[in-house]
């Protein structure tokens, strides 16, 4: 096989060469300078990584999902980012389906990316529906496991998401939008766990996060909707409620308590004087707890008039 049709990833990258021969820090230097160019590329696809948040959060703000798809390392990326969106945005409704999972997630299981029919298994068993926004994951682009679950997400009427680093791949015309981040090949060929896997891990943090934001999840960088569940977290939603509603240590942490450790409840009783029932009520009646808390918040006083 000629190297021009190589995929992007299983090219041979001349910086690499006689690699193995050199010192420790030649080596570092070799694998940063090539780590430096997965920004840009993502940089070059903000565009396509826009239209898929607009997505997600039409999806989420429907009631649906936002489901990532994937095998080995593109799973595995899936798997940490939707995992990490519990605790950060106290939300279940950002998930992964990942191939063998969950023995997968610690020892390979390759076996299971080539049956197609075992992605469309797997989107079944989590009753994906035309609510949800699907982003396949994969570096070649070609993974039958995640191309089969894209066909058959396509087929019920999904939104569906192709994240690539091949601008052939054959998901790109099974998806709506397609993110091709091109950062070229990599230091140990075929190994899509560098360059490739830290574009997927910054696309990936970028559509879930910014989906939040839209959603109102995140005021001013804070975490408002944090699911408090250990000492670290409750400092954290401390801080949190004491700068928000400009209140001491002793009174947020008695906020919290009052509020049963939620963040918005609390800032709604401080702001409003609101039980922590009809605070409850309030937030359940809106989709975007920033709009809530920013229509509760306290008007600025004006300047008394000298006479």
Known sequence: MKTRRLRITERENPAAQHLEEKSALAILRVINRE????APAVKKVIPQIARAVDLATEALARGGRLIYLGTGTSGRLGVLDAAECIPTFNTDRVLCVMAGAPKSMFRPSEVSEDDPQLGI??????KLSARDALVGISASGRTPYTLGGMRYAHRLGVKTIALTSNPDAPMRKVADVAIVPV???EIVAGSSRMKAGTA???VLNMISTASMLRLGRVVSGRMITLRISNRKLRERGRRIVMKAARVTARQAAAALERAGESIPVALLMLRKGLSRAEAQELLRGG???AAVLRAASPAPSRPARRR
């Open 183 to 185: 950062v070229g090949p």
């Open 287 to 289: 989709l975007n707890v």
């Open 35 to 38: 780590d430096h160019k997965v």
């Open 200 to 202: 997927q891990k910054l």
């Open 121 to 126: 298994r797997d989107l079944r068993r989590i």
